[in-house]
């Protein structure tokens, strides 16, 4: 979004599996400018899961249990189970073809992590040409993205389900509570979300898994490939998945 003065951003990695949110992004501004940053979606989704157990929104122990309990929690809505839709997250053409519905081909600007992670000054400048910035602006590059665990689970969960937006209690405190007490217990889950937090490396995932998500994507895949013109052959050749 843009004026005369001001270049406003804004990120929201969740948005674009939302067809609500992609029409009410276009009905509040149908001239902005939108970024996609797609990853191989076999890392994706496993990173993803890493994620949610961390979060507390994962209750299942193991990848592959949360892959096979998927079709189940679709059945019971995506906006339950958004953040644990680990394969239907990472189908991106079927997404990719509800933004095309409102914007313009030319409003959407589609990146790789590869593209990210072996040259991320190339990314900035392809970004801030889109804005008319100086093309010799040298940006500071730093990595924020570290992966931790939670030190309790059951804190996570219990943090997650005060937080469920259909929570009724949370709603009841919202009410409730003045807003700048409201402001300082925000701070305060996030001193305990922090402490709650620890250094993590997550397993290798399965070989077999790994294959039998590979073949899974592949034609999605192709879908993409010629949706988008890329070349996306390399995302399924072995490599290991971190």
Same mark, same amino acid.
């Given at each position: 979004?843009?004026?005369?003065?001001?270049?406003?951003?804004?990120?929201?990695? *969740?948005?674009?599996?939302?067809?609500?949110?992609?029409?009410?992004?276009?009905?509040?501004?149908?001239?902005?400018?939108?970024?996609? *940053?797609?990853?191989? @979606?076999?890392?994706?989704?496993?990173?993803?899961?890493?994620?949610?157990?961390?979060?507390?929104? &994962?209750?299942?122990?193991?990848?592959?249990?949360?892959?096979?309990?998927?079709?189940?929690?679709?059945?019971?809505?995506? &906006?339950?189970?958004?953040?644990?839709?680990?394969?239907?997250?990472? +189908?991106?053409?079927?997404?990719?073809?509800?933004?095309?519905?409102?914007?313009?081909?030319?409003?959407?600007?589609?990146?790789?992590?590869?593209?990210?992670?072996?040259? @991320?000054?190339?990314?900035?400048?392809?970004?801030?040409?889109?804005?008319?910035?100086?093309?010799?602006?040298?940006? !500071? +590059?730093?990595?924020?993205? /570290?992966?931790?665990?939670?030190?309790?689970?059951?804190?996570?969960? +219990?943090?997650?389900? *005060?937080?469920?937006?259909?929570?009724?209690?949370?709603?009841?405190?919202?009410?409730?509570?003045?807003?700048?007490? /409201?402001?300082?217990?925000?701070?305060?889950?996030?001193?305990?979300?922090?402490?709650?937090? !620890?250094?993590?490396?997550?397993?290798?995932?399965?070989?077999?898994?790994?294959?039998?998500?590979? &073949?899974?994507? /592949?034609?999605?895949?192709?879908?993409?490939? *010629?949706?988008?013109?890329?070349?996306?052959?390399?995302?399924?050749?072995?490599?290991?998945?971190?």
């Amino acid at each position: 979004c843009m004026d005369d003065e001001a270049i406003f951003l804004a990120k929201k990695a *969740m948005l674009m599996y939302s067809p609500k949110a992609i029409k009410r992004l276009y009905e509040h501004n149908p001239d902005i400018q939108l970024i996609v *940053m797609l990853r191989d @979606p076999i890392k994706r989704a496993y990173s993803a899961y890493w994620y949610a157990r961390q979060k507390g929104w &994962e209750p299942l122990h193991t990848f592959e249990e949360a892959i096979d309990a998927e079709p189940l929690r679709l059945e019971e809505g995506w &906006e339950k189970w958004r953040y644990c839709t680990y394969l239907y997250n990472s +189908i991106y053409h079927q997404f990719l073809e509800e933004l095309f519905r409102y914007f313009d081909r030319s409003q959407v600007h589609i990146f790789l992590t590869e593209d990210l992670h072996q040259d @991320p000054v190339a990314v900035c400048r392809r970004t801030f040409g889109l804005f008319d910035i100086e093309p010799g602006f040298e940006p !500071k +590059i730093e990595w924020h993205n /570290r992966t931790v665990g939670a030190r309790s689970e059951l804190l996570a969960r +219990i943090f997650a389900y *005060m937080m469920a937006p259909g929570n009724p209690l949370r709603h009841q405190v919202r009410r409730i509570l003045p807003r700048r007490l /409201r402001m300082h217990a925000w701070r305060l889950k996030q001193v305990v979300w922090k402490f709650n937090e !620890k250094p993590f490396t997550p397993p290798p995932i399965n070989p077999e898994t790994e294959q039998r998500l590979a &073949e899974f994507f /592949r034609s999605h895949n192709e879908k993409l490939g *010629m949706l988008v013109e890329l070349d996306l052959s390399s995302w399924h050749r072995g490599a290991s998945v971190k």
